[in-house]
């Protein structure tokens, strides 16, 4: 069981080179305006892969070539550490690789304090991580999960963040896809290069015959992920709201969780360095 209660403090050594920190010229998606708490929220560092209270997204090879919008999502600590759900809680090593988009949310005028924030996230991790999980699944239960139960306990139906009121899979898909920032230049790259390169050489090997076909290939594969999703999360199926009610478990809401320091939510020396 995770301890949520005692979060290690934030180790500011120097890294090898030079460490840049990433400027927001743009805020954090707005919240409903409470009590501050605090002064600005901290800069996501690229070098150091610390995106303080975010929602990030990866891709996924080679599904994302075919969906640009399909990917593998995390949560983050306040202090930037990213947690994802495979089946099992990963600590600060996706399971697909680093973010390459992000979306941070601003704490500090929301309805939970920092301290918070880092609480009800070591809740939801030890949660996911707990044998009574549901198993994982690419259709129903999947790494989306994680993230709408956990901003769905944080805010609640009384508080919006952005234009979401409640988040599920399809709204947090949508969020990052629209409005996600990329984590470096080489992002649209990433996340779009795959589909122009297998178009690129349909059209090489086939010609335009070739390169339709595989379009309207894509096409197909496509109306059946988003129409699979959008039933699915109107139904409230499986994990799409990330409900363990739907599940038909039952849910460890004050479990303590102070005695294990496996998946510790604030930053060590490992966080600091690529897997």
């Known amino acids: 069981r995770l301890g ?34 605090m002064g600005p929220m901290p800069q996501v560092s690229h070098v150091r892969r610390r995106y303080p209270a975010c929602i990030v997204w ?106 979401y009121r409640r988040w599920n899979v399809v709204t947090i898909c949508a969020a990052l896809f629209v409005t996600g920032r990329f984590t470096t230049l080489w992002g649209p790259l990433l996340t779009f290069g795959p589909t122009i390169v297998a178009y690129v050489v349909a059209y090489v090997v086939g010609g335009w015959g070739t390169l339709l076909a595989v379009f309207r290939v894509a096409c197909y594969i496509n109306a059946a992920f988003i129409g699979w999703f959008l039933l699915a999360t109107a139904l409230a199926l499986g994990g799409m709201h990330g409900r363990w009610k739907s599940a038909g478990i039952t849910r460890r809401r004050h479990s303590p969780l102070s005695d294990d320091s496996d998946l510790p939510l604030g930053d060590t020396d490992a966080g600091a360095s690529s897997s």
């Not at 005692?6 to 120097?14: D, I, M, P, R, V």
């Not at 400027?23 to 409903?32: A, F, M, Q, S, V």
């Open 4 to 37: 949520c209660t005692t979060l290690l403090s934030t180790q500011e050594g120097a890294t090898s080179g030079t460490t840049m920190e990433a400027k927001h010229d743009t805020p954090p998606i707005g919240l409903e305006r409470g009590e501050s708490h």
């Open 58 to 163: 990866t891709p996924i090879a080679p599904i994302t070539a075919i969906c640009p919008y399909i990917g593998h999502v995390g949560i983050c600590s306040y202090e930037g550490v990213v947690f994802d759900w495979v089946g099992m809680i990963n600590r600060d090593n996706m399971a697909f690789g680093w973010p390459v988009r992000y979306l941070q949310f601003d704490v500090h005028h929301g309805p939970v304090s920092p301290d918070q924030w880092d609480e009800k996230l070591g809740e939801a991790v030890a949660t996911f991580n707990h044998v009574t999980a549901p198993g994982y699944t690419f259709v129903t239960w999947n790494c989306h999960s994680l993230l709408a139960h956990f901003l769905n306990e944080v805010y609640g139906a009384r508080h919006k963040q952005g234009v």
